[in-house]
């Protein structure tokens, strides 16, 4: 797998563009989820996977093979989302947008409305944390890296991450359990629904 | 307050908006026409182009060899050498049985011929 990533990095070094659409096609679930997880919108992430591809192409000569191509596509996917300027507006249409999101038929169907609830309470609780924490949140519980390897690719030290990810669980849990995400949570907006059809 | 795995699996609860098949399929020929004309071109020329400065400074340090060694002071006066040589292998050629003594000094080349009996 990971040599066919390198031959596939290898012809897209070479300028053979086809290459790099069979990369894209290859790691855009992965990519997707990880900016949704950091967004909390399915248009913002749009935006942010298709950021994160082109400046991986750009970045192609700088990808050494050390590492594997999905975790450093990862490193620039999560700092697209790092820096991803969002003000207050947006950034509230974007907890709508993913109450509105949620609101639609799940994947795996049969889902009752409690666990619908938590889910929802969830990912607000998720937007609420401030984005280093909720970026280690995203690789260590979402994407099962390690702390060693989400603090490579946050480029900070691994007890950092530690701490990052000690802090955002503490947080998450209170507010869970208090229910106090799912309070402060705003209310859907028509907006917000329509953001999240354009996705 | 609830524990780690719980907390895990509400947070592994929250789905992923769904996409379209189409989107999925679309998604990576839209990036790939977003890609940068001229920097797939100049990706393409940087692949060639270490092949080409290597052809070109090759050629040149050969080209700087062969001048050395051509117009080199120790050639020069190898090949004045050689030609005074070829002379005097004319010259013996010219008189090969009478010939008894070349000499070569300030007043140029000499040479004494024994007549034949």
């Known amino acids: ?199 | 307050m609830m524990n780690d795995s719980e907390l895990k699996s509400a947070l592994k609860s929250v789905p992923l908006p769904e996409r379209t098949n189409e989107y999925w399929d679309d998604f990576p020929s839209r990036i790939r026409t977003q890609l940068p004309r001229e920097s797939r071109e100049a990706r393409l020329e940087s692949a060639l182009s270490p092949r080409w400065v290597w052809a070109v400074r090759f050629a040149a340090a050969a080209a700087l060899v062969l001048v050395c060694v051509q117009f080199h002071p120790l050639r020069t006066a190898a090949s004045a050498f050689a030609r005074r040589e070829r002379q005097i292998q004319m010259q013996l050629a010219r008189f090969d049985a009478g010939l008894r003594v070349l000499m070569l000094d300030q007043h140029g080349m000499s040479y004494l011929v024994t007549e034949k009996d």
Not at chain 1, 27 to 49: C, F, I, K, N, P
Not at chain 1, 96 to 123: F, K, L, N, T
Not at chain 1, 135 to 147: C, N, Q
């Open chain 1, 1 to 199: 797998m990971a040599d066919a990533d390198e031959e596939l990095v290898g012809r897209s070094k070479n300028g053979d563009a086809s290459a790099f659409e069979a990369l894209v096609r290859k790691h855009q679930h992965m990519v997707h989820a990880l900016t949704y997880r950091m967004t909390g919108s399915a248009a913002d992430a749009e935006d942010l996977a298709q950021e994160a591809f082109l400046r991986a192409y750009e970045r192609l000569d700088t990808f050494a093979g050390g590492a594997r191509f999905s975790t450093w596509l990862c490193s620039i996917a999560v700092h697209a989302c790092l820096n991803w300027r969002r003000d207050e507006a947006r950034r509230s249409q974007a907890l709508s947008g993913c109450a509105a999101e949620m609101a639609g038929p799940p994947a795996g169907g049969g889902v009752s409305a409690g666990d619908m609830a938590m889910a929802e309470a969830a990912q607000a609780a998720l937007m609420r944390l401030p984005a280093r924490q909720r970026a280690a949140v995203v690789l260590t519980i979402y994407d099962g890296l390690s702390h060693a390897e989400a603090a490579r690719i946050l480029h900070c030290a691994e007890t950092t991450v530690s701490w990052r990810v000690f802090a955002a669980k503490r947080k998450l849990k209170r507010w869970l359990t208090g229910g106090r995400a799912a309070a402060s949570a705003p209310r859907r907006q028509k907006g917000a629904t329509e953001k999240c059809l354009l996705g």
